[in-house]
């Protein structure tokens, strides 16, 4: 990708990100203050905004207006984060799920007490521990 396409590049002063963004820029410094946008910093301690983070001002800005409180905003986006972690980690899971499918023929799979998923055969049990709890999932056929 294009170094100046890229909208994580930070690129913007903070005089223009704030008239990008319709807003004052005392309000840009209060929202990197609370974490809510925080844009790079030059060597010399400069602001630089990107195209991502004036957009994530304009949205910050919106739920603002919508009455959301900056304290509201905040837990927002830490709770879209975690959403977004969790959706990578499902991907890693499903992708590693069908990696075990395809070396070992199984359908069916199970998590060891370590964490592991273990590729069971079709009937075929895991060795259980007493006081040990076991969660098998199947997966549907698409």
């Not at 890693?92 to 273990?118: K, N």
């Not at 079709?122 to 098998?136: H, N, Q």
């Not at 999932?137 to 698409?142: G, Y």
């Amino acid at each position: 990708m294009n170094r100046l396409t890229d909208d994580k590049t930070p690129v913007y002063v903070i005089s223009v990100a704030a008239e990008l963004a319709g807003m004052h820029a005392q309000t840009l410094r209060q929202y990197d203050r609370l974490g809510l946008v925080t844009p790079s910093r030059t060597g010399g301690g400069g602001r630089r905004y990107s195209a991502s983070d004036v957009a994530m001002l304009r949205r910050v800005q919106e739920m603002s207006q919508d009455g959301v409180s900056l304290e509201g905003i905040q837990r927002v986006l830490e709770l879209e984060n975690q959403v977004a972690a969790l959706r990578s980690r499902i991907a890693e899971l499903t992708e590693q799920v069908s990696r075990l499918e395809q070396q070992s023929g199984a359908r069916v799979f199970a998590a060891s007490p370590d964490g592991q998923i273990v590729a069971l055969r079709p009937g075929e049990r895991p060795e259980r521990r007493v006081g040990s709890s076991l969660v098998v999932w199947r997966p549907r056929v698409r």
